[in-house]
């Protein structure tokens, strides 16, 4: 994840909730499914924005966005691109794996290029994908839980990691890298309050994971829904509601069908059907926001939680590159 401050629900729905999921996951003998390691992508965070005076408080507030939300340092470590050198010098390398005109086609940056009003792309905003093709395949990730937006990064990153095995080849390990696969959750593009097909910062929609009941019921206020229930006795068409869409993934399901029904019904108007959203995701937040008042008294042990993570994660990135070294030839031949 990008450093852009704290996080708002679709980061959560997305990525963050199946983060915690998957360093949680165990087997029947009791023992972890995944190695899980989570990145601080704020080298990426300059492909759209120069300004860096804000960016390690960012982080520091993300940090504790995910540690609120079950983040474990103990089981996952935490880092930052920028302290790893070796994130830079594998996506050099990597650079050199794929065409611009591949790097052009990808359709995220499209987005990113509409949403954002850019009018011309830097060489580094391009190779997005391929820095984070580099910040998977150091760590040989093999599992990329990440939101639907992402989907093409991992696809870039499965074809470099084939191109990479395909020329070089470890004298005694063979493949370098994994193919990693994504993981997808049910909520993998949570839409904006505006109606808009993505929550996001940049277009200013969102509901803050630290967001107060009554910040979520001010922000729920504004919520588009369905245009065609004017009235609060007009029928409703949960499939084009916005609100629904929340609903579906906070609301209890006996609840959940309630609300469809009465909505269609023409029973249920738009004030109360967002109170009743604002209370359970104010529900399931409250658990988050008492973590983070936790975390906020003790921003000295969070820095101490990332840089503890920047020497697990520089241990892995140092033999991995020795690896791709060794695959290319380069400076540690033949041995
Ligand atoms: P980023 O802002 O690109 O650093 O996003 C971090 C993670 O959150 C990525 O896995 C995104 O796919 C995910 N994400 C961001 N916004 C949303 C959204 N509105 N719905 C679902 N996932 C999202």
């Not at 190779?127 to 599992?143: F, M, R």
């Amino acid at each position: 994840m990008r450093p852009t401050g704290k996080l708002h629900l679709g980061h959560y729905t997305g990525a963050l909730e199946s983060w915690v999921e998957q360093q949680n996951l165990t087997n029947e003998a009791g023992e972890r499914v995944y190695e899980t390691c989570f990145l601080i992508a704020d080298y990426h965070n300059l492909t759209t924005s120069l300004e860096t005076g804000e960016i390690y408080a960012n982080t520091l507030d993300m940090l504790i966005d995910w540690l609120s939300a079950g983040v474990d340092p103990e089981k996952s470590p935490v880092f930052r691109q920028s302290q790893v050198k070796e994130h830079a010098e594998l996506f050099l390398l990597f650079s050199m794996l794929i065409t611009s005109s591949r790097l052009e086609r990808n359709p995220t940056l499209k987005d990113q290029i509409r949403d954002l009003n850019m009018e011309s792309l830097t060489y580094g905003h391009l190779g997005y994908p391929v820095l984070q093709a580099a910040d998977i395949l150091l760590y040989k990730g093999n599992v990329v839980p990440v939101g639907e937006d992402q989907l093409p990064h991992v696809e870039i990153t499965r074809e470099i990691a084939r191109r990479f095995n395909n020329l070089y080849q470890h004298p005694v390990s063979g493949d370098v890298f994994p193919e990693p696969a994504p993981k997808i959750t049910k909520f993998a593009r949570l839409p904006g309050l505006d109606g808009k097909a993505k929550m996001s910062k940049s277009l200013g929609n969102t509901i803050l994971l630290s967001d107060s009941p009554e910040e979520i019921l001010k922000k729920m206020r504004s919520a588009v829904t369905d245009t065609r229930k004017v009235r609060k006795n007009d029928p409703g068409h949960p499939e084009v509601c916005t609100v629904y869409s929340y609903h579906e993934k906070f609301a209890p399901t006996d609840q959940l069908l309630t609300i469809e029904a009465e909505c269609r019904a023409g029973s249920l108007g738009c004030v109360d059907c967002k109170k009743l959203c604002t209370a359970n995701i104010a529900a399931e937040l409250a658990p988050l926001i008492e973590k983070r008042v936790y975390y906020e008294a003790r921003i000295d042990q969070v820095k101490e939680i990332l840089l503890a993570g920047e020497e697990k994660a520089r241990a892995i990135a140092r033999a991995t590159m020795h690896e791709v070294r060794a695959a290319m030839k380069l400076g540690e031949t033949n041995n």
